[in-house]
């Protein structure tokens, strides 16, 4: 691996830490709809046992400690990244690295919010910007 390689991979970390965190809600959001719902009946009288809905409860429980635990594990990367960021000096170098590896934002993306072709994103700011980062992992 190359020295860029390297770095953009140790930039990348939050990625799956985020995308991990977005199914995480989305599991939550469901089985929060699911306890919700398994204790009524449309008379209004109680519909299951109370042993499915514990579970149903249990099942949020861990989830939701499950989100914590990444929520932690991604705000420790995070302040890794940005540690590492603000040890750039120049600052299109630093608002990129932020876009891209805090922000998780796409070169295109990027090249249409900071004003730039993404021809030049892809090639000299990232190519700089990532020169200039000072991984202490070696």
């Excluded at 390297?6 to 599991?27: D, V």
């Excluded at 499915?52 to 302040?79: G, K, N, Q």
């Excluded at 891209?100 to 993306?109: A, D, I, K, S, W």
Aim: charged letters at 30%; one cysteine or more.
């Amino acid at each position: 691996m190359t020295d860029r390689e390297i770095k953009t991979q140790w930039l990348g970390r939050g990625r799956p830490l985020r995308l991990r965190l977005i199914g995480l809600y989305a599991e939550r959001a469901e089985r929060w709809s699911r306890a919700e719902y398994a204790g009524i009946r449309c008379d209004g009288t109680s519909g299951t046992s109370g042993n499915a809905t514990e579970r149903r409860l249990d099942a949020l429980a861990v989830t939701e400690a499950e989100i914590a635990s990444v929520e932690r594990e991604l705000a420790v990367v995070e302040a890794e990244i940005r540690a590492a960021i603000e040890q750039v000096h120049r600052p299109l170098f630093q608002t990129y690295l932020r876009m891209r590896f805090l922000g998780y934002r796409t070169e295109p993306q990027i090249a249409e919010e900071i004003g730039y072709s993404i021809s030049h994103v892809k090639g000299y700011i990232r190519l700089g910007a990532l020169d200039a980062v000072k991984l202490n992992t070696r």
